[in-house]
């Protein structure tokens, strides 16, 4: 638990790193008590930033003023309107960056800084090799983890696919609450 703690603050260090305006995730990929990977949400390399995007989400050679996602712009909710977004997940630049360098990830261990991983992930960790995934959750919950649901804005249905998914695939799913790892 100590270790995982541990790790699940670098992935924290990393969702800093975010260049997503709306939402800040940072993962970290751990194999044999190692970090081989880590990355942050937000767009690809060489991708400018979404302050260069315009309300109808076209990119400018001017910068925006007003820092808000481009989809809240264009008046979708959060969660919604994911079409429009150039982010990379988080979970997904760590999986990248291992790949990138020529290093396997099987059997490793994947810390979300996030609730559970969307599905879309899911299936990637899983398709990866990843062997299990640490996620945020709610304080005092033996399983509890911080959905879409907690924020009556967004939708609930893609999580309990991704819990049902890694179950079926045999990735360990296990949750840490962020008091502890603010303590």
């Not at 790193?17 to 990977?37: A, M």
């Not at 990355?39 to 979404?50: D, E, F, K, M, V």
């Not at 790949?99 to 810390?111: N, V």
């Not at 911080?146 to 309990?160: L, M, V």
Request: aromatic letters at 6%; charged letters at 25%; glycine letters at 10%.
């Amino acid at each position: 638990m100590e270790e995982d703690i541990f790790y699940m603050r670098e992935a924290k260090l990393w969702s800093e790193r975010s260049q997503c305006l709306s939402r800040h995730v940072g993962t970290v990929l751990v194999r044999d008590g190692r970090i081989i990977s880590a990355g942050a949400n937000g767009p690809s390399s060489g991708i400018p930033r979404c302050e260069y995007r315009d309300d109808k989400g076209q990119y400018n050679l001017q910068q925006n003023p007003e820092l808000v996602c481009p989809r809240k712009r264009m008046g979708f909710k959060s969660g919604e309107g994911t079409e429009h977004c150039v982010a990379v997940h988080a979970e997904i630049n760590s999986i990248m960056q291992a790949a990138r360098m020529g290093i396997s990830t099987k059997g490793t261990t994947l810390y979300c800084y996030c609730g559970t991983p969307c599905k879309d992930c899911t299936k990637e960790i899983i398709q990866s090799g990843i062997k299990r995934v640490v996620c945020l959750g709610k304080s005092g919950s033996t399983f509890a983890p911080i959905k879409d649901g907690d924020n009556p804005n967004k939708k609930d249905y893609n999580f309990p696919i991704a819990e049902r998914l890694f179950e079926l695939a045999g990735v360990q799913l296990d949750v840490i609450s962020e008091e502890e790892v603010m303590m």
